[in-house]
């Protein structure tokens, strides 16, 4: 997810090092293809991706750069196509969309949108932190724009480690293509990353909206008592018999918890899912593991007649599920 410019109040330290090691060399006769990642959270997801992609017929070499949130993918295009490469990829749980081949443009010329500058030093510390990076002739930052020009030499150095060198200097950075001429321009990583972001906000405001209701009824004293309660009466006056006020408690929360384990919650479970068929495991699944313990537990203490003195914790897994999607903004 890309910084706050808005909350940046100061300039970050210069590293000392420089980024990831130069990738190998790749032969002329295979077709390259760069994807933006989306869903990533560890590095077990970026194994996950590598596994999937790797074992995809007609590819030579699949390497993702998680910091970057970048896939680069060498393949034999009269086996494999970049869409069937996507099409694995969102089927593990993951986004993936095709970048446009602009960068490096001809003559090893790199243009970086540079977030979070907001003063003349930021300015000064991308340009030394690019400069210092091996395989770098020439780094250029405007600050008005938010853009850097870097002349490097594509045979030692690609952009993911550009990326990757700015980020670790505490700002990001994203590929600028250039639009043909009279169209608008595209930046297929930034748009993705909006759109996920966007997603995520609703996701989080929605499961914002269930659990606070959740938390009252279940941990505030006094709506413990007096909501169910009224519920019950209400229930009563209006269809008649009696109804247990300890029952209707179970259910509202019942009601409260359920979308946002399976609606709201559905991405861990796709995450989890993904991991589970490479035989491996991500926080997805801890997550997955975790809320559904505590909901499956409760749900039995609301339906099994024998576990009705037992309590529930309903509120225990839809919480840890805002917070986490809280932590992920």
Avoid at 40 to 66: D, Q, W
Avoid at 156 to 173: C, F, K, M, S, W
Wanted: hydrophobic share 50%; charged share 15%; net charge negative.
């Amino acid at each position: 997810m890309s910084p706050d410019t808005s909350t940046l109040t100061a300039c970050p330290v210069l590293p000392d090092e420089t980024g990831d090691p130069v990738p190998p060399e790749v032969g002329q006769s295979d077709a390259q293809a760069r994807f933006a990642i989306t869903g990533m959270t560890c590095a077990s997801c970026s194994a996950i991706i590598e596994k999937i992609v790797g074992r995809l017929p007609g590819i030579a070499s699949a390497t993702v750069n998680l910091a970057a949130e970048k896939l680069a993918v060498t393949y034999d295009s009269a086996r494999i196509s970049p869409g069937d490469i996507v099409a694995a990829v969102e089927g593990a749980g993951y986004g993936a969309t095709l970048l446009d081949e602009a960068a490096p443009a001809p003559g090893g010329t790199v243009r970086l949108g540079i977030l979070g500058m907001t003063c003349s030093s930021c300015q000064a510390v991308v340009e030394k932190t690019l400069s210092r990076v091996d395989g770098v002739r020439s780094a250029a930052v405007n600050l008005a724009n938010e853009t850097a020009t870097v002349v490097i030499d594509p045979t030692a150095v690609g952009v993911d480690e550009l990326i990757g060198a700015i980020r670790a200097a505490g700002y990001d950075a994203l590929v600028k293509a250039d639009a043909a001429p009279g169209a608008e321009p595209r930046d297929a990583q930034r748009a993705a990353q909006e759109k996920a972001e966007k997603r995520a906000l609703v996701r989080f405001w929605s499961s914002v909206a269930l659990s606070v209701p959740l938390f009252f009824i279940a941990m505030v004293p006094p709506f413990m008592m007096t909501v169910p309660e009224a519920t019950a009466s209400w229930l009563s006056a209006t269809l008649g018999g009696t109804f247990d006020a300890m029952l209707v408690h179970k259910w509202m929360m019942f009601a409260l918890t359920t979308p946002v384990q399976f609606v709201i919650g559905w991405q861990f479970y796709r995450g989890a899912w993904g991991a589970i068929k490479q035989r491996a495991g991500n926080m997805d699944t801890l997550i997955a593991i975790g809320t559904s313990a505590a909901y499956f537990y409760s749900l039995a203490a609301t339906v099994v007649p024998t576990l009705a003195e037992e309590p529930v914790f309903y509120e225990t897994s839809a919480l840890l599920i805002t917070f986490v999607l809280l932590g992920k903004l």
